[in-house]
Structure formats: C-alpha cells, structure tokens
C-alpha cells in the first residue's frame, strides 16, 4: 500500500506526463497494480494468423434467430425464417442477409458450452478461460496476445478494444499493466489527446522528459515501487503513440464515404473498418463490443434490430479483408458469453442458457463454409463436438501459434496456461 508521500509522488508523475506530453488520464489505464514481474518465456510458434479481430456480442446472442436455425421445429424458432447463404447447406436468419453472401469464409461452431449463466461471470469467462476469483485477477485475451506475440509495429499499441465492459477486456491480470489492451471509447473520434501542448516546444518537452526519467530512477533505486515502474512504462508507450508516424491508421474519416456506407455508418460499423485499418497498419489484436442482446423482453425485435448492425459490419469486414488479400492472415472471430432459451418467455423473450449456443470463425486458415458441433433438435443441449470456453479460446490462440503450454507463474505463485486446460479445434483448421 502506498504511503502518503508515495502517494504525492505518484500524483507528480501523472500530473508531469499530462503537462509535459498532453495526455488525458482516459489513454492512461486507471488499474495499473504492483505486480511482479513475469518474464517473457519461449517465442510462440508458427500460427496461421497474424492478427485477430474479435467481435463480442454482449448479452447473450440468440442462436436459434441467428446461426442455428430450426424452422423444423415451429415451437422454439418463432417468426424468423432461415435464408440461403454462399456456402452450400448452409442456411442463416433472415435478418442478416449481407452476411449469408460471405459464409463461404466462415466456420460455425453450433456445439460451444459454458458453465457460466450470469452476464459478469460469462463474460469474464469469455475473455479469460478462468472463471472469476476474488483470489486473483486474470488476464484477458488481448493482454496475453500483447505479453507473447512479438509486436510487428513498434510505434502503434498491439491491442486495441473499443467499447465494452473495460473492467473486463482491459483486464491486464497479473501481467504487468503495460500489456493491457488500449481502450477507445468511439472509432470516429480516433484517439483522443494524443497531440501534445502546443505552448510547451519540443526542447521544453525533452527536457522534461529527460528530468522526470532522472527523478523516477532515482525514486524507483531508493523504493521498490513496482506500481510506479508500470506507470512510468504506460507513459513510455504513450509517447510512442504519439509520436508514431502512422496514427493515420485511426483516422476511419480517410475512407471511402462509400465504402463506410457498406459497413453501415453505425459506431459498430465504423469500429469494424477501423480493425481493418489497424491490421493493414500490424496491429495484432481489436476487440469490437456489441451490446444489446439481452432479449428478456420481445426478442424478435431486439434481435432483429441488433442483426441490422452486425449484419452489415460483419459481412462488410469479411468482404474488405477478403479483397485486400488480409483475410488469410486474419482471424475474425464473432463470440457472446452465453445463448438464449429455445422457449420463448411470458414477456416474448428468450432467457439465458449457457448449455449450447453458437460462435463464428473466418479467415486465418480457418475452413470457410463449415459447420462443426451440433446441438438437439430443441437446441437447448450440445450433442456433438462439445467446445468449452477454453477450447474455444485455445483454438484462437492456435491459429495465432501462441505457446499455450508454457506456463506462467503469477506473483501468488500459481501456475498459468493460456487458454486454461483448453484444446485447440483442430479440425477447423
């Protein structure tokens, strides 16, 4: 626990890196924590896929009125009619028409299970293969892929998540805070505060720079303060970001005002094209959240609207890359913590159910046109290829190559894996 004049000192800090480099407190992870340090172990071997572009539908995704269609059965599907799609026998919901034209790049995975039926819990499962502790924090996706995966473009963050639930998939665990995801809040806005004080000349900058570098080793030789060496790490990269010459890569506004169009305008489909900016700019990791799909009440017309957005964005992210010779090398992924009832509620909604639901696929040397796992004919329970969350995401992590073996030590002294117990679908591949 700081003392009160570790605490001023730690005020002085951030307090000189907003003065001297004009950044706002919001690039600045607020939940850098002492932590210990935990070395780089083996280089991951060779993946399919460079980056990962992952699409989280926050809420819970209905799979029987999206990708697991069962107009067979009249009781469970209700109004929504199944459309053919661009890969033979498969067929999707209605409402996303865009998308049937490109499932010829996806693989979907109708047999995925959780243990985990509440939102918090499902989510935290989600993005890091461990079920929630109050002994322990653990790592997010995007924070192990920054710890392994060597950055391709050293002047721009390697992980990068707008919106959502950041307590979650910011989350840097017990990793040091600088392999936190950096957060956005809206892809049209770019990232925020990254030009410095105009009143303060470069000469003025590097001077500061160079006597708050001097005052840190000093404070830091003097006191094991590892909290201050993460913060001091934060603004390090900070002040590569923004100094890079390729911040360009933010900037959606340098798009074709046509080609935004066929993402759909909306902030989900903005984010989208924005993720395919980053990856032409070697960005490894873009987590895109899409909320909304908590369908307690009138399912039909919250998922029907929900599928509006993602239909176009999705379908226009896959085309984008495919065109651009990107999508081999990128792995886009389209999860959700849970799914819903196959029984349709007094309130015409559908409610949680963590036994069976569906995830997508594409690209990244994943088979296109793929349907692994099945569930029963209620949809309600897996009865093929049963996928569990760490399965899901040690696949993730197989198509990038990353050592899922090796075992990392936390600063309690815990043994760690990436991707928990879970095993890669290698059949998907």
Known sequence: MLNDSSSTRLRFIQNMARAT?????????????EKNHIPHLAKAHAGSAKH???????????????????????????????????????????????????????????SMRSTQGVHEKGNYFMHT????????SHPSLGTWINH???????????????????????????????????????????????????????????????KLQKMNATFMKQNDMKKIKSYDDIYREALKVMSSRDLLAFDINKENPTLRQQYGSTPFG????????????????????????????????EVEENCATLD???????GDLHSRGLL???????????????????????????????????????????????KNNDCDDVIENE????????????????????IIISPSGRPFTFADKGNPISDLF
């Not at 993720?275 to 070697?282: H, I, K, Q, S």
């Not at 309130?347 to 994943?366: C, E, S």
């Not at 040690?394 to 073996?405: D, H, R, V």
């Open 270 to 301: 903005d984010a989208c094209m924005l993720a395919r900016r980053l990856v032409e700019y070697d960005t490894r990791f873009i987590e895109i959240d899409l909320g909304g799909w908590d369908s307690h009440f009138e399912n039909h017309d």
């Open 21 to 33: 480099l004009g950044l706002s407190a919001s690039f600045i992870p607020a939940y850098a924590k």
């Open 148 to 210: 392994f995966c060597p950055a391709i473009n050293s002047t721009l963050p390697q992980s990068v998540v707008v919106g959502g639930d950041h307590t979650i998939n910011l989350n840097p665990g017990f990793f040091e805070a600088k392999n936190a995801p950096m957060p956005m809040v809206t892809p049209s806005s770019g990232i925020l505060a990254v030009k410095g004080n105009p009143n303060i000349s470069q000469s003025r900058k590097k001077a500061r720079l160079e």
């Open 129 to 136: 293969s461990y079920t929630a502790r109050g002994t322990i």
């Open 312 to 318: 176009k964005g999705l379908a226009a992210l896959l």
């Open 387 to 406: 996928v569990s969350i760490p399965d899901f995401n040690a696949t993730i992590g197989y198509a990038l190559g990353l050592p899922q073996e090796e």
């Open 52 to 110: 990962v572009i992952y699409l989280y539908m926050s809420g819970g995704m209905s799979h029987i009125d999206t990708f697991d269609m069962r107009p067979e059965n009249k009781t469970i599907q209700g109004p929504v009619a199944p459309i053919r799609t661009s890969a033979d026998g498969i067929r999707i919901s209605e409402y996303l028409p865009y998308t049937a034209k490109q499932m010829h790049h996806v693989s979907i995975i109708n």
């Open 328 to 374: 081999d090398e990128t792995l886009v992924v389209l999860a959700t913590e849970f799914g819903r009832t196959s029984k349709i509620n007094s309130r015409k909604g559908r409610d949680h159910q963590p036994a069976a639901f569906t995830t997508l696929l594409a690209g990244g040397g994943v088979k296109g046109g793929n349907i692994y796992g099945k």
